[in-house]
Each structure stands twice: as structure tokens, then as C-alpha cells.
């Protein structure tokens, strides 16, 4: 009888000892459960800054300082989008931004693929050294060659224009066109060589077998560098707000993340000529931020396939 | 005859095939060699020009006062603020950045699993790459949403400063202050790893089990010598990263020392900042490239110092033959002279 129950209660301890540490072949339980627990959590600590702002931003004055409303706003106080909104003139701004990022984009798209395959498909003498330096001019930092670029934009009048951002990129110089230029070196060295070569025998020329062969099957780093480059570009201030806004005031070029880092002062002097109907607070501060990482997000909502799939398929990783 | 000629020919023209290629390879890579002479080689001269002098904007025109190595003191000896600034940056990267690499490790490793909702995860992990920015980032910051709420930052702090020196100590409990923040960089540097570790083939895994490997073994043992090149590009992704983010106040107080109106700052002034920043970051990422970035692993060390010992021998060998030949032709030289004979090894004594 005791011997029995013996065997018994050792024969469950092994089946549980099988099943929360998992045999050779199947994954425990337990594991399982750390695993998902560590996921859930660390997910949670990611959202975290993001579902603080949304909270914060729909809350009136009476619920930032009463102590039992933490988290869930007792109404949804939508008067603080209204006021950021206007203080940063949002739609334009919108606009704006979007060409802002766009316009550079595309040209850093065209032109690094264009120089992703010379890189990829030809030899020359020279090439190590050049490609020494991309990885160079990705390394140092920008700030070095911002002053004199700064004087140069300045004496051909492009500070305060579009110009200053796309004469880079139509150069290859774009926001972090090195990246970019080799992504596409890894990507065409994949494409197989007798493909352009059979074009080749058929008698089109470089550029033709390029942009008939190459550039149709390059879809997914298109794709992946458009949407880094674009992302960006967007959420580029520093030289945003440095060759294109001009770093004054009233310039015709702004989008919303330079809007929002002027945020204090701009809501300020449109709260003293009473246009606001809210005081600045940081419920009014989250709104804001809120509403200047919207568009993004809801791009990321549509295309999120794209974006994480983007590194896999670029092959960045090397094979 | 026809088929002589086919052959004859590639050996002929493969010269001048090659050489046209190389041309036009130069052609599709002309725009950027333009726009790297343009805009990166012919500023970073210039700054380097500018950096010797004391430049002033009047309304005659520009006035280039050179003041030697002036800037510099200025920089080091008056303005307390730089030099600060540098050693918190360069402790906050060399901790930052192992952070961010391990972290990122641990959650790719994670979703490598047999996990269900790995595409959610993904969604999440890769968020922040869409926000960060540096206003919002600042905003969030300023708000103290960056903190992790149960985390106790500030007793954290003091026992670190207990055991540590200060300015390492606040760096480190800067990064506990800012965790989410330094968790948030980590976007990219996961799906980059993800996407290396399941390159990884399974059979040496398989292979790897049957021997009786665990998986702590297995991770020690393939997978981490097969992501090591992706360490190294995490790692250096990361100190880039951080040194052109905004959060950064080293590039806003270049920024804003070129436009600062007084006497001594200026374009000069900042320019002499701005190299001295580019040759710390260029330090670090030399730094971590030193750290990971030996190609070589224990078999490859073995094997060398294998090689090298098979080399040793064979010049031992070598210097032993040619001792042997040099003495052969002095006991030749000395039968000559003395005429007088030795044993050589043949015919009779």
C-alpha cells in the first residue's frame, strides 16, 4: 500500500518535473510561462511612455490634480487637442511635413539605388577605398561638416528652402544615405548576375539592363528604404530646424516635430492673446506630442508588415 | 575557323570589357563620390580651417581673426560646461550601448522561440522606431514618463554613489532614470538580430543536441559566434545613434555656440567643438570595433597559433640547414688553406 502510494507520488513529481522544465524534445511550461510573462511585461514597460500621453492628454485641469484620477481621465477632455492643434497649426504643418520628408526621400531612394548597384555589380579600382569611405561618412557625426555646409547654404541662399535637404540626397549625401546605399549594395549583389548578363547579351546597355532588370525586382529594399528614409526624415529636428526652417521664427518650411519643440513659447503667446482656451499644462504638452506622432503611427498601423518585415528582406543581415 | 575565333576572341577584348565595366561603374557611383567630396570631404576641411580661427559675421563681411589654438582654451579652460558634458556623454555611450545590445539580444532570442503572437510582439518591440524623435522625446522625458514607475531611481542613485565615482554613478543612474527611454533605442538593433538569428541553420542545432548539448551550450557555442558580426553592427549602430539623437545636449550646445552672438563664440569656436566631439565618437566606435570586432573565434586562434609554431620549426629547420652550409663551406675554406684533412663523410678517412 505505502509502497504503492510511494511510486505513485514519485511517478507525478517526474511528470511534473517533465512538464514545467520540458524533455529534450517538447519545451516545459514553465519556460513557456517565464518567457511569456518577460514579453508581457517588458511589452508593457514599451507602451508604457505612449499610454501615459494618451491618458494625460485627454485630462481636464480638475483631473491632473486630483490624486484618485490616475490613469482613465473622468471625461474625455477633448479641448486640449483643440488648443495644441491650433498653437501648432496642425494641418498645415502636416502638410508641410510630409514634403518635407517626401520630397528628400524620393531623391535619397532614386539615387542610392542608383549607386547601391554600381557598387554591387561592377569592379574598379578604387572601389574598397570608396567604399572605406560610406562607411566613413555614416560614422562622422554631423555636426562637423554642419558649419560649413551651413555657410555654403547660406551664401547660395537655399537656408530656409526645400533645396538644402534634396541637394544632398540627389547627391547621395541624404540623412543617413550610407545606410541606405548599403542596403541596396547587399540587395543587388543577391540578384544573380546572369540575369543582367543575359540582358546584357541581348543588347541592352548599363543603364538599360538596370532599370529593366535591376530596378523591377529591387521591390523590397524600395520599399524598406522608403519607409526609413521617410520616418527619418520626419522625425528629424535638429537639421530640420537648422538649413530648412532657418531657425527663424516665421519661415515658410515647419512640420510638426520642429512645431512641437516650440511648443512652450508658441502656446504662450497664443494663450496671452487669448485664444486659448486651456493654460499650458502638461496634459496640453501631451496632446500635443500626441498629435505630432499620430501621423506616423497610423502609417505604422497600416503598413507594420512592411516595416518589420523590411530588414529580413533586405538581406542586411548577410548571408 | 568560326569557333577558333569565338574562343580567341574574350581573351582578346576581356581588357577592354573589364575596362568599360569599371567605367561604368564610376558612372553609376559618380553622384554620390561628387556628393561625398561636396558635402562631407570639402566641409570637413573647411571646418577644419575654421576651427583655428575667431570668425566674425560684420556687415563689411566675414572676418577670419586667427587666434592659433585659442578656441581650444577657451573651450577647455573657460567654459566649464564642454568638458563636462564630454565625460558624461562618453560614460553614458559606454554604458548605454552594451545595454541596449543586450537587451535587444535577450528580446530577439525570446521571439526566436516557438512563440505564439510573434507578429504582435514584433509590432510592439518595433514602436518606438516610429516615434523617437528629439522633442518628443524631450517632452516625454520632461513629463517623467520615461521612468519606470516602480522602479525607486533615487535610492538607486545614492548606493551607487556609495561604491562609485560621481560622474559614472550618474550616468549609470541616468540610465535607470531613463530606462524605458534607452529600452526605446533598441528598435532597430532587435529586428536586425531576429532576423540574423534565424539565418542560423537548424542542423547545427540538431547536431549540437544529439552530442548532448544543452541549450545553455548551444547558445554559447553557435549562436552567439554566429551573431557576432551582428553585435558589432548593433553596437556601432547604437553609439551613432546616440551621438546624433537629440537627447544629446552636446549637439544642441554646438548648435548653439554657432550662433551665439558673443565675441568669442562663433563659427570658429564651434567648429573646434564639433571636431573634438567627431574624434570621441570616432574613439568609441574604434572602442567597441576593437571589442567585437575580431573575426576570430577559439578554432581560428587555435589554428593560428598552430601555424605559427609549424612556422617556427621550419625556420628553425631552415637556420639549421643554412648553419650547416656556411660551416661546410668553412671547413672548406680552412682545408684549403691549411691543406690539411678532414673527415667529410666520404671516401676513407
Known sequence: MTAAATIKKKFNKEKLHRFVFGTKEKEGAGKQIVVYGLLICIGFVYLYPILYMFCTSFMNRDDLLDSSVKWIPSTLFVQNYIDAGKSMDFWVSLLKGVVIAGLPTLCNVAVCMVVGYGFARFEFKGKKILLGLLIFSYILPSQVTMIPTYVLYNNMKLVGTLWSFILPALFGNGLNSAIFILIFYQFFRQVPRVLIEAAQIDGAGYFKSFVKIAVPSAGPAILTVFLFSFVWYWNESYLTGLYVQGLSANSFWVNLVVQLSNFDTSFETMAQTGDAATNLNECVRMAATALSILPLLVMYLFLQKHFVESIDRTGITGE | ?349
Open chain 2, 1 to 349: 575557323m568560326k569557333n577558333e575565333k569565338k574562343v580567341k576572341k574574350p581573351k582578346v577584348k576581356l581588357g577592354k570589357l573589364e575596362k568599360r565595366e569599371a567605367r561604368a561603374g564610376w558612372l553609376f557611383v559618380l553622384p554620390w563620390v561628387i556628393g561625398v567630396v561636396a558635402f562631407m570631404l570639402y566641409p570637413l576641411c573647411q571646418s577644419f580651417y575654421y576651427m583655428w580661427f575667431n570668425i566674425r559675421i560684420t556687415p563689411l563681411g566675414t572676418k577670419y581673426i586667427p587666434v592659433g589654438t585659442g578656441n581650444f582654451t577657451q573651450i577647455w579652460l573657460e567654459n566649464p560646461e564642454f568638458p563636462q558634458q564630454i565625460v558624461t556623454y562618453l560614460w553614458q555611450t559606454v554604458v548605454e550601448v552594451p545595454v541596449i545590445v543586450v537587451f535587444a539580444l535577450m528580446i530577439a532570442i525570446m521571439l526566436n522561440g516557438k512563440i505564439k503572437c510573434r507578429g504582435f510582439f514584433r509590432l510592439i518591440f518595433f514602436l518606438p522606431v516610429i516615434i523617437v524623435s528629439g522633442p518628443v522625446m524631450n517632452m516625454l522625458v520632461s513629463e517623467g514618463a520615461a521612468t519606470i514607475p516602480a522602479m525607486n531611481i533615487q535610492s538607486v542613485k545614492s548606493a551607487l554613489d556609495s561604491f562609485l565615482p560621481h560622474s559614472m554613478a550618474e550616468s549609470i543612474g541616468e540610465l535607470f532614470s531613463n530606462m524605458i527611454m534607452i529600452l526605446w533605442y533598441s528598435g532597430v538593433q532587435i529586428l536586425i538580430f531576429l532576423s540574423a538569428l534565424q539565418k542560423i541553420d537548424p542542423a547545427l542545432y540538431e547536431a549540437a543536441k544529439i552530442d548532448g548539448g544543452s541549450q545553455w551550450e548551444c547558445f554559447w557555442k553557435i549562436t552567439l559566434p554566429t551573431i557576432k558580426p551582428m553585435i558589432l553592427l548593433n553596437a556601432i549602430y547604437s553609439v551613432i545613434f546616440l551621438s546624433s539623437n537629440e537627447q544629446n545636449s552636446l549637439i544642441t550646445m554646438i548648435k548653439a555656440a554657432m550662433f551665439s552672438g558673443t565675441k568669442e563664440k562663433g563659427y570658429g569656436y564651434a567648429s573646434a567643438m564639433a571636431w573634438m566631439y567627431a574624434v570621441i565618437v570616432t574613439l568609441i566606435v574604434l572602442l567597441f570595433f576593437l571589442l567585437l570586432g575580431s573575426k576570430r573565434d577559439i578554432y581560428d586562434r587555435q589554428v593560428k597559433r598552430h601555424k605559427r609554431e609549424m612556422k617556427k620549426e621550419a625556420r628553425t629547420v631552415k637556420k639549421i640547414e643554412r648553419r650547416g652550409i656556411r660551416n661546410a663551406k668553412k671547413i672548406q675554406k680552412a682545408r684549403q688553406k691549411r691543406n690539411y684533412r678532414t673527415y667529410d663523410g666520404s671516401g676513407d678517412y
